[in-house]
Every structure is written in structure tokens, then in C-alpha cells.
């Protein structure tokens, strides 16, 4: 069992660019959640996934965020025109049960410049 | 706004002896509490959880305290070593339905 993957580990992006980050759920796990972190901050609460389904979106940016679990693949967290702000490391959790049981990817650290 | 909180930002603790890391909620209606350790680079890993049923559970050389008259949670750590310096995590829910919600962390330092 590989756990939870995400790639790429390291992300840097110019302002203005797409940032595409990906999260592959451990087998046999279909909620994915993403979370972001800040230096010497806690993990905020982005985004809840099921197979081809947003489950709570609540902790999304209004714009330029959005999230997307297709039926077939990894999930997918897409910042469309990156800024500066958007620089954390980004994580993603899947579960085998909704809210419970929560196993982290190592994340994917964006640096936009 | 976040319901969970930790007490210190930073904790130095003397190889060998046990270290007490605190954490408030706000939100009573809270019954699910997990403690996660994160070590630099790498994401929260799970080191034990306790419902609200409880007020005391046990794991490998971990303890995990509720009290929920003044809604707080504190992971103690027995014969602290090396390996467990990292930062840790507070983090609960109220239900199912609901997400995760982490608190800030606090920083366990280990000194030789």
C-alpha cells in the first residue's frame, strides 16, 4: 500500500501561471480532502471530495480555485493565475470513510515568484 | 473562525521526560479529537484520537486526556525521545458530516 500520493513534491510558478496539484488516495479510499498550510501555521481546510462528487467546498477561494475528483485518476487541486499569497504547502488527506480516519500525502509545496 | 487552539507555540522538553502538549476548543459540540504529529517536509501523521465518551485514552507511550467541563485536550508523551520532535497537532470534529479542523500547533524541541 503506497499511501497517499501527491506530486509533484515541489512546485514553482511564476505569477500569472496555472498550478496543477495532484493527489492520488490510498486504494480502496474515495473521500479526498485538501488542506493548506502556511509556515508555522496549522493545515486549513480547503476542500472535500468524493468520486466525481464536491463534497464541501467551504473552505475554497471563491475564485480561481476549484477541485475536481474524476471517476478515473488522481484528484486534482487547479490555481488558475497564480499570486504570491498562494504560496504553502498544499495537502491532501483520503479516508475510507467520510471524515474519519484520515491518512496525509507528504504534500506539494507551490512557491510562486 | 477556527474552534481549536493551542495553549504554547513552542515546547522544550529534556530527552527522557515526559512532555504535556495542551489544546482548547471552543466548540462543545465537538466529539471527535485526533492528535497529529508533522515533522519537517512531511504531512500530519495520526498518533491518537478519543471521542467524546471518553476521557482517557492510551496508546504506545501516548496519552490522550479530555476534559470537556472546561474543553480541553492534552497529548502527554512518555520517556521523550529524539524521533519526537516535530510539531503537533490538536484537531477535532463534530460529526461525520463534518471536516477536520486543525488547530495552530505546537513545537516540541527535545534537548540532549
Known amino acids: 500500500n503506497a499511501g497517499v500520493m501527491q506530486n509533484p513534491r515541489h512546485l514553482v510558478r511564476r505569477r500569472g501561471q496555472e498550478a496543477r496539484l495532484r493527489c492520488s488516495p490510498m486504494?480502496?479510499?474515495?473521500?479526498v480532502y485538501w488542506y493548506r498550510q502556511l509556515p508555522e501555521e496549522g493545515l486549513k481546510f480547503m476542500v472535500y471530495l468524493q468520486k466525481e462528487n464536491i463534497i464541501d467546498e467551504s473552505g475554497m477561494p471563491k475564485e480561481r480555485f476549484s477541485a475536481e475528483f474524476p471517476k478515473e485518476g488522481p484528484s486534482i487541486l487547479r490555481i488558475q493565475q497564480v499570486v504570491r499569497g498562494d504560496s504553502a504547502a498544499y495537502f491532501c488527506?483520503?479516508?475510507?470513510?467520510?471524515?474519519?480516519?484520515?491518512?496525509f500525502g507528504s504534500g506539494t509545496r507551490l512557491t510562486v515568484v | 473562525g477556527e474552534s481549536v487552539g493551542l495553549h504554547l507555540p513552542t515546547l522544550s522538553v529534556q530527552e527522557g521526560d515526559n512532555s504535556i502538549i495542551n489544546c482548547a476548543y471552543s466548540n462543545s459540540a465537538s466529539d471527535y479529537f485526533i492528535w497529529y504529529k508533522q515533522e519537517s517536509g512531511k504531512g500530519p501523521q495520526f498518533i491518537i484520537d478519543i471521542r467524546s465518551n471518553m476521557d482517557k485514552r492510551q496508546g504506545q507511550r501516548v496519552t490522550v486526556l479530555l476534559n470537556k467541563t472546561v474543553k480541553h485536550l492534552s497529548l502527554q508523551i512518555a520517556a521523550t525521545q529524539p524521533g519526537d520532535s516535530a510539531v503537533y497537532f490538536c484537531?477535532?470534529?463534530?460529526?461525520?458530516?463534518?471536516?477536520?479542523?486543525f488547530g495552530k500547533g505546537t513545537r516540541l524541541h527535545i534537548l540532549p
Open positions: 486504494k480502496g479510499h474515495s473521500h
Open positions: 484537531a477535532e470534529n463534530m460529526n461525520r458530516d463534518d471536516k477536520i479542523i
Open positions: 488527506a483520503s479516508s475510507p470513510l467520510p471524515n474519519y480516519g484520515y491518512t
